[in-house]
């Protein structure tokens, strides 16, 4: 009972060994050099994205462009005006379905 023991624990350990088969040598990926114009490209876009030396990735967030109200007073009153018609033209037709509606009480 001892050697069937002493026989499967080496059996066992036989798994863990490193096999004859030949191995792959895994090399790391690189990036090509960049040249000149590419640089500049890609430079010139704002991604909010970056690669460090390591190859991690950091993403950070862009505010956006700025823009320049070109409306005139006149367009930003009649625009002011027409919602404050049509809010109190919604209030009108409210008020007389609410004040219409049956009583409760009546069911």
Same mark, same amino acid.
């Given at each position: 009972?001892?050697a069937?023991?002493?026989?499967? @624990?080496a059996?066992a350990?036989?798994?863990? &060994?490193?096999?004859?088969?030949?191995?792959?040598?895994?090399?790391?990926?690189?990036?090509?050099?960049v040249?000149?114009?590419?640089?500049?490209? &890609?430079?010139?876009?704002?991604?909010?994205?970056?690669?460090?030396?390591?190859?991690?990735?950091?993403?950070?967030?862009?505010?956006?462009?700025?823009?320049?109200?070109?409306?005139? @007073?006149?367009?930003?009153?009649?625009?002011?005006?027409?919602?404050?018609?049509?809010?109190?033209?919604?209030?009108?037709?409210?008020?007389?379905?609410?004040?219409?509606? $049956?009583? $409760?009480?009546?069911?």
């Open positions: 009972s001892v069937a023991i002493v026989l499967a @624990s059996l350990t036989e798994a863990f &060994t490193v096999s004859n088969m030949p191995r792959n040598n895994l090399s790391a990926l690189r990036m090509s050099e040249d000149e114009e590419t640089q500049k490209l &890609t430079s010139a876009v704002e991604r909010g994205v970056s690669l460090d030396q390591d190859g991690k990735s950091n993403v950070w967030a862009i505010e956006p462009k700025m823009e320049v109200d070109t409306k005139s @007073s006149e367009e930003k009153t009649s625009s002011a005006l027409f919602a404050a018609g049509g809010l109190a033209a919604f209030a009108a037709v409210a008020a007389g379905i609410l004040t219409n509606l $049956p009583d $409760p009480d009546q069911f």
